[in-house]
């Protein structure tokens, strides 16, 4: 068995290429995302594609809402901000709240899309809501979630030495029988290496 290889080669990596990719691969992207499920094809997802451009309100207003850690991104290509609402989705008994969930469900359509296209799609919550609010005119009932950063692959010479390590070290994950199980809670899927 193999896994997809666009899930399996996936990384969140920093290494951009100041390189601009064109309106209608983003527009592509946009459109991945869109075609994500939803509870009851609620569709809770309001997606902001902001070109990188010096100079450009929008793009200047996300650059500096980038927490300092993040100076990587400031090397992106395009800027998707990502938002919702609690009310735009099923919102069930017992908490469950289902715009968050189909939100991040259309992040990773968008983030596999990009990878097919051998491109980096790389989600952050590093940076100030209240900036990118301001700056992309985004309504108060929506929250600007998270910002997925979009780009080709390129050097490494922007990053810190520990993210210059980060992207070339292998993935790490919890062991999958921590996580996985069967038939009840806490049973590990022993088959599962
Ligand atoms: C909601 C969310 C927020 C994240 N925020 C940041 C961030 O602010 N800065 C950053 O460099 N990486 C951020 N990441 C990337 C994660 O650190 C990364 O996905 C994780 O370490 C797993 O690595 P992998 O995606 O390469 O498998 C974020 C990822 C998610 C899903």
């Known amino acids: 068995m193999s896994m997809l290889r666009e899930i399996e080669t996936r990384r969140a990596r920093r290494a951009l290429s ?21 509870c009851f094809n609620s569709q809770p ?8 451009e010096e100079g450009a309100a929008s793009s ?9 850690g993040n100076a990587w991104a400031l090397r992106a290509s395009w800027y998707f901000v990502l938002c919702t609402a609690a009310h735009l989705d099923c919102r069930l008994d017992e908490g469950r709240d289902y715009a968050y969930f189909d939100l991040g469900q259309a992040a990773l359509a968008l983030q596999i899309q990009a990878r097919h296209l051998g491109l ?16 992309l005119a985004i309504p108060k009932e929506f929250v600007p ?6 780009g080709k692959p390129g050097a490494d010479d922007a ?13 790490t994950r919890v062991p999958i029988t921590d996580v996985v199980y069967r038939e009840r809670f806490g049973l590990p899927f022993s088959s599962l290496p």
Do not use: C, M, Y
């Open 120 to 135: 980096i799609a790389h989600p952050i919550a590093g940076f100030s809501p209240a900036k990118v609010r301001a700056g």
């Open 18 to 38: 100041p390189e601009p990719i064109d309106d209608t691969v983003a527009e592509e992207l946009g459109r991945a995302a869109t075609l994500a499920p939803s």
């Open 159 to 171: 990053l810190s030495e520990k993210q210059k390590a980060d992207e070339i070290a292998p993935r």
């Open 60 to 68: 200047d207003a996300v650059r500096a809402a980038l927490t300092p």
């Open 145 to 150: 979630l998270v910002v997925v950063v979009v």
């Open 45 to 52: 997802w309001r997606i902001i594609a902001v070109k990188n």
